[in-house]
């Protein structure tokens, strides 16, 4: 979709010059970046979630027994972990729209809507 939405950009990077590795570059960067921000952001959320889940528990459930410190461990290992997938995922997903970017004919998609 990303490709299709942006036919007219891409056959004008071509038209000035920019190669099919240049264009295949740019959607896998951009990919990638939106890839490390979503991760980013959403390992935020989880981590703030957890907590204000784990201090309402720790309030309602205070007294029973065998109720533990926390439900909730973000571990540096599993946050670099699951920012590192989020990354890899969001790639590999650029792949095929990469590829059919750096294939366009400038020409032709100069002159498409």
Do not use: C
């Amino acid at each position: 979709m990303i490709v299709y939405q942006r036919k007219r950009e891409i056959g004008v990077l071509r038209a000035l010059g920019a190669t099919r590795n240049q264009v295949r570059a740019l959607f896998i960067l951009e990919s990638g970046l939106i890839g490390l921000v979503g991760s980013l952001l959403g390992n935020a959320f989880a981590v703030a979630l957890a907590a204000a889940i784990d201090e309402l528990a720790i309030h309602y459930f205070d007294g029973l027994p065998f109720l533990p410190e926390r439900f909730f461990s973000f571990t540096p290992t599993f946050i670099v972990t699951s920012i590192g997938i989020g990354v890899l995922f969001s790639l590999v997903g650029a792949l095929l729209p990469a590829n059919r970017a750096a294939g366009l004919d400038p020409t032709i998609a100069l002159r498409s809507d």
